[in-house]
């Protein structure tokens, strides 16, 4: 059995469900699956004076407080690592990367070489800095001698305009007209999109597993 982990950050609850998404498909595909989030790093609101984003903040820390906390193991665990994080100026999130800090031992030991690994995204604005904050990823796994699995244009959903590019399942949130409340702007077609993503990169992963054997 392949074993994938999602792991992810997650602020207002869009990549939450994009990471619950992508945890089920690879479960019906046959994996063994973990899905981690990435702890926050500090206790301050991210924006003290932006009420619709503390609402949303807190409402999503309720929903995922069952979800286990990210640690090194999982990283060592996973044949396919599937990876989630909001845009932050075009780069990932700060508690993301600092987990990321923290696999230098294994890293050291060529723990994370030839694992599949794959990224999801979601902004404020469709040109938020999308595809750069799956880039800003891709940068850490070519130091750790992963193989990098996009989703390209391989498949009609990929075609749909909610699902941003082909280097990742990239979904756009933003406020809504209710006040208060932060848009939960993950379309059908979005969580369809990451569960293929996922998909692929399992098979991916299964792949190099049985060329390695060989090897």
């Known amino acids: 059995m392949t074993n994938v982990a999602i792991v992810y950050y997650s602020a207002t609850g869009n990549i939450h469900k994009l990471a619950v998404a992508a945890a089920e498909a ?47 193991d999982d990283l060592d665990w996973a044949d396919a690592v599937v990876w989630g994080t909001p845009g932050r100026y075009g780069l990932l999130a700060g508690p993301l990367k600092h987990f990321i800090d923290q ?36 940068n850490v796994f070519y130091h750790w001698g992963a193989v990098i699995v996009p989703p390209g244009v391989t498949d009609d959903i990929l075609l749909t305009p909610s699902n941003g590019n082909p280097y990742g399942v990239s979904a756009t949130s933003g406020l809504q007209a209710i006040p208060g409340h932060l848009a939960q702007n993950v379309t059908d077609d979005n969580l369809a999109a990451v569960g293929y993503q996922t998909v692929r990169t399992l098979r991916v992963a299964e792949a190099l597993k049985q060329g390695l054997k060989k090897d």
Do not use: C
């Not at 004076?49 to 503390?54: F, I, L, M, P, S």
């Open 26 to 72: 690879a479960e019906k595909a046959g994996a063994e699956v973990r899905l981690r989030r990435v702890a926050e790093i500090t206790d301050e609101p991210l924006a003290p004076n932006y009420k619709e984003w503390t609402e949303a903040s807190n409402e999503h820390t309720a929903t995922a407080r069952e979800v286990p906390v990210a640690a090194i």
């Open 103 to 138: 696999t230098f031992e294994l890293h050291a030991r060529r723990g994370l070489m030839n694992k599949a690994m794959s990224a999801f995204t979601s902004t404020g604005t469709p040109h938020g800095g999308q595809e750069s904050t799956i880039l800003s990823l891709s």
